[in-house]
């Protein structure tokens, strides 16, 4: 059944992404020659690469870690001599694998251990008593049952639970 969100993204998505406006890029590079994250790993990331597969080939690209990659700066999309907004399409497009239930191991790994205790970092009774040890106080494996209940709340609400499965 297609959730609210999911049609809210479509629309979205194909508000941004049309055969007619692809035709608007010219490929003058500036969106990957300004991109941080393209500066680092040029090998990995290229947002005009990007843009083009999203184009001609979603279904592909919905699956690819690079989609995960930018980071959301937005320089890309201020510059863009065409104003096309490449950093929305990313954002949309990512919603969309999402929905489709692909989404990088990663973030979800980092997800289900939130789920578990809390943290980002799990915290085991080794570590524990290492602090004791070291005369700081115990953490404990989770954080308070109000906290974990109010997280899966947010988690239910956000539909993050996709990736618990
Ligand atoms: S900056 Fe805009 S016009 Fe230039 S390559 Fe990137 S998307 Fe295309
Ligand atoms: S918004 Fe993303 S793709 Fe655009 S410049 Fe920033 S990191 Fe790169």
Redesign the pocket.
Known sequence: METEISSISKELLQRSINAEKLR?????????ASCPVAKVIPENFN??GL?QKIFFDLSKTLTEDELWLCAWCYT?YE????E?K?TEIFLLTRNLAVERGYFPRQPTALIKQILRSGRTLEITPARDKRRIALGLPEIGETVSEQALKEIKTITEKSETWRVRE
């Open positions: 608007y890029c010219y490929g003058c590079g500036t969106c990957t947002p005009r843009l890309c510059r863009c001599p065409q096309l490449t």
